[in-house]
Nanobody
C-alpha cells in the first residue's frame, strides 16, 4: 500500500523560505510522475510543480523562479524548496504520485503553508 506524507509547512513572513518534503512509503515507479499541488482559501486546487515521466520539470507561472522541485529516489522523497514566499502562496500543499497502472494515483494529506505580510 502506498502512502504519501508531507511535512515542512508552517508560518513564515513574506520573503522567507520553506522546504516541503513528501515521504513515500510503498512502491511507485521511480520515473513516474510526481507533483506538488496547492489549494488556497476559497480557491480550487492547482498544480504548483511536477516532475514528469522521464524527469522533465514543469512549474506554474506563479512560482517559476522562486520554487524548486526535486526528487530523491534513494530516500523515496519529493521536495519543494520555496523561496521569496508571498502571502498569495498561502495554501495547503499536497503531493501526488502516479502508480504503475492508469487508475493508480496517490495523494498525501497536505501541509499548511501560511505566509504573513
Amino acid at each position: 500500500q502506498v502512502q504519501l506524507v508531507e511535512s515542512g509547512g508552517g508560518l513564515v513572513q513574506a520573503g522567507g523560505s520553506l522546504r516541503l518534503s513528501c515521504a513515500v512509503s510503498g512502491i511507485i515507479p521511480s520515473s513516474g510522475r510526481m507533483g506538488w499541488y496547492r489549494q488556497g482559501p476559497g480557491k480550487q486546487r492547482e498544480l504548483v510543480a511536477e516532475v514528469r515521466r522521464g524527469g522533465s520539470i514543469n512549474y506554474a507561472a506563479a512560482v517559476k523562479g522562486r520554487f524548486t522541485i526535486s526528487r530523491d529516489n534513494a530516500k523515496n522523497t519529493l521536495y519543494l524548496q520555496m523561496n521569496s514566499l508571498k502571502p498569495e502562496d498561502t495554501a495547503v500543499y499536497s503531493c501526488n504520485a502516479e502508480g504503475f497502472y492508469p487508475n493508480e494515483n496517490y495523494w498525501g494529506q497536505g501541509t499548511q503553508v501560511t505566509v504573513s505580510s
